[in-house]
């Protein structure tokens, strides 16, 4: 049972170049995240979905694509990498999106993904 | 919007109490959380609180919660080198997605 896993663990890219974050789960959730983490600034919300076929904008979409591909992945798209996308990338998953209780809502992070935009 | 605050950084000597202070500004919140990130580790959820009690302890962990103020605390006792990690507030309401602090950056000093 790996839980949450994101590859690739590092990377750097040059301004403009495109990548794709992958991320697969394999506790059967149906709501999975993807988050940044910045310096002094704690987690924000880029982009989330709330089961397989459906995604919705978080708090800073801008810049960002994804991809539910089935139940289990959901990738982020860098389509042009600027300067200010370096920052620690995580994906996370849960099973309810909303109106569990407690424990419920527990999200289960990945290791995360290490940007950097030259 | 929701904003969630946390002071950056603390320093305890080993053995000592920990106390990692939190404010909110939702009222509506229904769950607050502290999550631990271990150096190059994702989050992992250390405990929670329901919004309309004020103390949960869990074994070394004691939160206590002052709704009327908006504030959250988590003490650790007997704080150890191993709980040296960044701690994250989060709240939580229905219909909601999580709101997070920046962290605070536990350092345990022997």
């Known amino acids: 049972n790996a839980g949450v896993t994101q590859t690739p663990k590092f990377q750097v890219l040059k301004t403009g170049q495109s990548m794709t974050l992958q991320c697969a789960q394999d506790?059967?959730?149906?709501?999975m995240y993807w988050y940044r983490q910045d310096p002094g600034m704690g987690l924000r919300l880029i982009y989330y979905s709330a089961s397989e076929g459906t995604t919705d904008k978080g708090e800073v979409p801008n810049g960002y694509n994804v991809s539910r591909l089935n139940k289990r992945e959901f990738s982020l798209r860098l389509e042009s990498a600027a300067p200010s996308q370096t920052s620690v990338y995580f994906c996370?998953?849960?099973?309810?999106?909303?109106?569990?209780?407690?424990?419920?809502?527990?999200?289960?992070f990945g290791p995360g993904t290490r940007l950097t935009v030259l | 919007g929701e904003d969630v605050e946390q002071s950056l950084f603390l320093s305890v000597r080993e053995g000592d109490s920990s106390v990692i202070n939190c404010t909110y500004t939702?009222?509506?919140?229904?769950?607050l959380y502290w999550y631990k990130q271990e150096p190059g580790a994702g989050l992992q959820l250390l405990t929670y609180i329901f919004s309309n009690m004020d103390m949960k302890q869990d074994q070394r962990l004691t939160v206590l919660l002052n709704k009327k103020d908006k504030h959250l605390s988590l003490r650790i006792a007997d704080t150890q080198t191993g709980d040296s990690a960044i701690y994250f507030c989060a709240e939580y309401g229905y219909g909601q997605n999580f709101v997070f602090g920046p962290g605070t950056r536990l350092s345990v000093l022997p």
């Open positions: 939702d009222s509506s919140s229904t769950y």
């Open positions: 506790m059967n959730h149906n709501s």
């Open positions: 996370a998953s849960s099973e309810p999106l909303w109106g569990g209780a407690g424990r419920d809502n527990e999200q289960f």
